[in-house]
């Protein structure tokens, strides 16, 4: 982990404040709500370009591993971002909205990061990657309409046009790319020259972002402050409950401690630039959706490192193999 991605959390923050001062400047918060969208596409750029689709293939290799991620990420977790969203926030349809988005968006890069730092395969999180990706152009809708719209009216047109525009033209700039790349400098050039600073571009790309986004509408944040320190609460049962469950899990299908690192990770690591991009496009009329989200992501952070140091800990007692 390099010095950017150990102290992305800090550079969040950082970006949060300068873009609420940024707001009270003249004319600067009308200015900086049309970067976001554009900041945020070129995030997710980043995020497809280092995403090899083409290996879905790969995740085949430990089939037991990759249906049991998939069936927690995609069957499980909706449900439980549901129940969560409904007992806290069922009567705050943006916080309900932004929490149920945030949580069935497994993550496709952070995880990586904190499955290395646990004693986890790399290896095997790497193959359930593109299914991540591919799974939740899927997912995500249907848990959208299912769930949210339950809470506010989704007009389906609008949705799925902004959903397609905001994620399928950096989808296809990228693998565009990938492909020029390929045939121009070859495949392991762009595995040595490209992939490492892929993470820092999209990174950089995220903050740019969250900057004009607070520059922008900061204040509603800060007028809805109680319903965002309200978000602890169910954010941290999440990742203790999908812990309880990998661990769980673990044990029942018998899981090596680096075949369990990986699931544990795979399925408490959520995306939140990813669910940020599309409410940011899917619901412009609710600038506290995207707000929300980016706080989502500062508390998650810290609770992804947090159990990475738990699941060490149960390495060096032995407690997994316990489990198991």
Do not use: H
Not at 87 to 101: E, G, W
């Amino acid at each position: 982990m390099d010095f950017f991605e150990k102290f992305q959390w800090l550079f969040m923050i950082i970006a949060m404040f300068v873009g609420l001062g940024l707001g009270q400047i003249g004319n600067v918060a009308v200015a900086a709500a049309y970067f976001i969208t554009p900041f945020l596409m070129m995030m997710l750029f980043g995020i497809f370009l280092q995403t090899p689709v083409e290996s879905l293939k790969e995740g085949f290799k430990n089939a037991k591993v990759l249906r049991l991620s998939l069936l927690i990420n995609f069957v499980w977790t909706p449900l439980l971002a549901f129940g969560l969203s409904f007992l806290f926030f069922r009567n705050t349809p943006d916080v309900f909205i932004a929490l149920i988005m945030d949580m069935v968006t497994p993550c496709t890069d952070w995880y990586l990061v904190f499955t290395g730092i646990s004693g986890g395969s790399i290896a095997l999180s790497t193959s359930f990657l593109p299914w991540n990706l591919f799974m939740q152009f899927i997912s995500i809708p249907v848990a959208i309409f299912l769930f949210a719209g339950t809470v506010v009216e989704i007009q389906p047109y609008i949705f799925l046009e902004s959903f397609l525009r905001v994620l399928l033209l950096p989808f296809i700039i990228a693998v565009i790319t990938r492909n020029i790349i390929y045939y121009i400098k070859g495949q392991s050039w762009f595995e040595q020259n490209t992939l490492g600073r892929i993470g820092v571009f999209q990174s950089l790309f995220l903050m740019f972002a969250i900057m004009a986004m607070f520059a922008s509408q900061g204040v509603i944040l800060i007028e809805n402050l109680s319903l965002v320190i309200g978000l602890i609460i169910p954010v941290i049962l999440f990742f203790i409950i999908n812990f309880s469950v990998g661990q769980l899990i673990g044990r029942i299908f018998r899981l090596s401690y680096q075949e369990g690192a990986s699931l544990i990770f795979t399925i408490l690591a959520r995306n939140a630039p990813l669910a940020l991009t599309i409410a940011v496009a899917t619901f412009p009329e609710r600038p506290l959706i995207p707000l929300v989200l980016a706080v989502e992501s500062l508390i998650e952070l810290p609770m992804l490192f947090a159990f990475s140091q738990l699941m060490l800990l149960f390495y060096s007692k032995r407690w997994w193999s316990n489990l198991a």
